[in-house]
């Protein structure tokens, strides 16, 4: 199968993200739109401090100010165009001032709220469905491209937790919050130009050499959050390897070794983050004492220009106000631009993923169907089977009809094409020359035609119910008739919660006897036509041995065809035919 070409929104980060937050346009678009409206509002009161200050300092009723006098020469001439009024009566400010700044803080305050709730939301959104993705794109390779991939494999589970945690904040900071707090900049900016067009420049140049300094940290931070990354996906898959192994590690009691092992990966993956978040920590503080130097001078300049009078208390007061406001934006812009490099390396790494899984494509392979004689269940014509990237037939010339209602043992050394001929049998391998089909009487009796017992024991997280019944729904009573007609039924009710007893992941508390007989159990649930058992009785002791084969027994007695690999003569006395395989 040649691998496909990756999809157009997974070429660039930028086109990733681009690509799904288009599918939330009206939300984003609705976000948007109030964050222009919060950049207004928040520019409005800024410019009502002064004039506040001023009324509270006069509280005269019989007082009466000019626009300019309040708002200075451009905001005031402005507002004197929009109103028949010149001046305003100090008592009816007073009076209407609380009600102005209260209705446009609660307006303020909804609109922030707003903008938070729909960008978390579309944040959420975006990582549930990138986590179907990932999950469904990893499902959906066959298992010989599936071996191709061990290192992608290895960063699944890193990725779909920590690497789309840290893209949804992303999204939700940079995406969601960096504009909201630039538009308020840009609002409050344009307020300081026509409050005092040469107090802004001041500001301006006082803040610029920090914006050169904040992108060359930026760069720093994105490297080190991509190394702490990679580092912890590492640490992940390590982790995973000593839980499944830890009874080796207790039997050649290597605890101490592999604790300085860990030991070890942590103190590096810590020194990735350690480093990042110095870096992080400059960004912030920063911006602050760029803005405290910036305000000291802008102040020194502004006590000359009222001194001189071509300012007014109030409109400096204002000037002021609004810098702070700008600030304290610049300060949470300066969070979010972490956020953006953190988040990077993480699009990086989720994007990089599910370039490899899809680059190789989907591979169904489906065992066709044939109206074959009604004794034949299965058929095998000249098989040919090789594994991916290998020049050596694993399976040569491989021929034989499966009856139905019969037991076949498959024997031979390792390495000579049993398990192959499973393989090729599930779905798992596809072969470069020859035929293999189904009857197809047998198709639509079973959620799969074909059923299978692997060497490899685990059961999924859940209920004993539920794991004999996967996929299906469960049938209590089916399960139960199941259990005991195979003899299992008085295991189970030692249990502590009896059939609802919930098994660990992969069968974590049972032992591998107990959990090849509820696989059985499995088996026996669906009633599949065709059966494939791979060293079934292994972890069986010879009673249970004895109980497994009266069971399959009964199994191939309701008309199912079963193939058996096994290295137990006892296999070969249960068979109706042996099918020997050779080098």
Known sequence: MQPAAPATFLQSNRKFLRFFLLRHGGVV??????????????????????????????PNSTESFSFIELFGPRIGAFLAHLTPYSHLESDTLLRSLPFLLAGIALIRALLSSG??????????????????????????????????????EEKLSAVVTTHIKLMKEFLTHFYGGFPRELLQILFLGTTLVLLSPQLFLLAVCGV??????????GKKISRRAQAALQNYALLTEWLQQRLSGIETIKHLKTESLETQKFAGF???????????????ARTSPLLEVSAIMAMALVLAVALREIQAGELTGPSVLSF???????????????????????????VSQIRGLLVQLLAHGKEKIEIPTAPLP?????????????????????????????????????????????????????????????????????????????????????????TVEENIAYPAAVDAKRVHSVCRTIEI???????????????????????????????????????????????????????SERIMYRAIEALCAQGATILMISHRSSVDTLAHQQIVFSK
């Open 29 to 58: 678009l609705t976000a948007t739109l109030c964050s222009i409206l919060l950049g207004f509002v928040s520019a409005v009161i800024a410019s009502l401090v002064g004039p506040s200050l001023k009324l509270l300092a006069h």
């Open 115 to 152: 903008i938070w709730y729909m960008w978390e939301q579309i944040g959420e959104s975006i990582a549930t469905e990138l986590r179907m993705r990932v999950t469904q794109a990893f499902l959906s390779l066959n298992p010989a491209a599936r071996s191709q991939l061990a290192e992608e």
């Open 208 to 217: 610029l050499p920090a914006m050169v300094l904040l992108r060359r940290l």
């Open 266 to 280: 942590t103190t590096e993956l810590n020194g990735y983050f350690q480093k990042a978040n110095r870096t992080k």
């Open 320 to 346: 002021f106000t609004t810098l702070a406001m700008i600030g304290q934006s610049a300060s949470i812009m300066g969070r979010y631009f972490n956020s953006n490099r953190e988040g990077t390396a993480a």
């Open 374 to 462: 009604a004794s034949i269940a299965l058929s095998c014509q000249h098989l040919y089977v090789r594994y991916p990237g290998s020049q050596r037939d694993v399976l040569v010339d491989f021929s034989f009809e499966f009856e139905r209602g019969k037991i076949y043992s498959l024997v031979g050394p390792s390495g000579v094409g049993k398990s192959t001929l499973f393989k090729v049998l599930l779905g798992q391998l596809t072969p470069h020359a020859g035929r293999v089909c189904l009857s197809d009487s047998l198709v639509g009796k079973a959620p799969s035609a074909i059923g299978y017992l692997p060497q490899n024991l685990e059961l999924f997280t859940g």
């Open 489 to 543: 039924e008085s295991f189970i009710q030692t249990l502590p919660d009896g059939y609802a007893s919930i098994i660990g992941p992969r069968g974590t508390g049972l032992s591998g006897g107990q959990i090849q007989r509820i696989l059985l159990a499995r088996l026996f649930y669906h009633l599949y036509p065709v059966v494939l058992i791979d060293e079934g009785t292994s972890a069986l002791d010879p009673q």
